[in-house]
T-cell receptor, first 114, second 114 residues
Framework: AQTVTQSQPEMSVQEAETVTLSCTYDTSESDYYLFWYKQPPSRQMILVIRQEAYKQQNATENRFSVNFQKAAKSFSLKISDSQLGDAAMYFCGRGGTSYGKLTFGQGTILTVHP | EAQVTQNPRYLITVTGKKLTVTCSQNMNHEYMSWYRQDPGLGLRQIYYSMNVEVTDKGDVPEGYKVSRKEKRNFPLILESPSPNQTSLYFC?????????????FGSGTRLTVV
């Protein structure tokens, strides 16, 4: 089975500081897509950022950026200038070009301290 | 508003009593899928559908049924629920099976089987 692993069950950060959430994945496909989703206490799944594997440039969305290391199959999420509203569960996901399946990691709970 | 509508939001039932969780999307998406979310396990795919009348098993299909008679609807059926199906369930949809833009998720159904 092609897996996605988030090795940090919990992380914490001080408000205004920077935190990095880790994600590694396994795939046999050459073309695929990577995602980070945020799940706040409302439990809504919110897409934070996406990365296309064939693009070497790391994706950035405002305070959120990724460090995509294709050879190492690593896809970490960096949150800069952390805000209280960033507190949530974060899921890393990998999708291929067929069957529509997104495979998710176990999730990382992020706590932001004021 | 483009969305995936999932009902009910909360459900408590007894072992063996058949239930259906409804899912409807208004985006003309071809691909729909059901996931369950459990602590430490992340989100796991139950069933998916590439189009009308085309469904297939995901990673954890045992004890579940689905149907796709119309493009917009993809109900999840538990014919004889058991306590190990207590979980948070999400319906999701995508324009196609190439999930290059990820999923649009419903708001989740918290199911408790006693």
């Amino acid at each position: 089975a092609q897996t996605v692993t988030q090795s940090q069950p919990e992380m914490s950060v001080q408000e205004a500081e920077t935190v990095t959430l880790s994600c590694t994945y396994d795939t046999s496909e050459s073309d695929y897509y990577l995602f980070w989703y945020k799940q706040p206490p409302s439990r809504q799944m919110i897409l934070v950022i996406r990365q296309e594997a064939y693009k070497q440039q790391n994706a950035t969305e405002n305070r959120f950026s990724v460090n995509f290391q294709k050879a190492a199959k690593s896809f970490s999420l960096k949150i800069s200038d952390s805000q209280l509203g960033d507190a949530a569960m974060y899921f890393c996901g990998r999708g291929g070009t067929s069957y529509g399946k997104l495979t998710f990691g176990q999730g990382t709970i992020l706590t932001v301290h004021p | 508003e483009a969305q995936v509508t999932q009902n009910p939001r909360y459900l408590i039932t007894v072992t063996g009593k058949k239930l259906t969780v409804t899912c409807s999307q208004n985006m003309n998406h071809e691909y729909m899928s059901w996931y369950r979310q459990d602590p430490g396990l992340g989100l796991r795919q139950i069933y998916y559908s590439m189009n009308v009348e085309v469904t297939d098993k995901g990673d954890v299909p045992e004890g579940y049924k689905v149907s796709r008679k119309e493009k917009r609807n993809f109900p999840l059926i538990l014919e004889s629920p058991s306590p190990n199906q207590t979980s948070l369930y999400f319906c999701a949809s995508s324009l196609s099976s190439v999930v290059n833009y990820g999923y649009t998720f419903g708001s989740g159904t918290r199911l408790t089987v006693v």
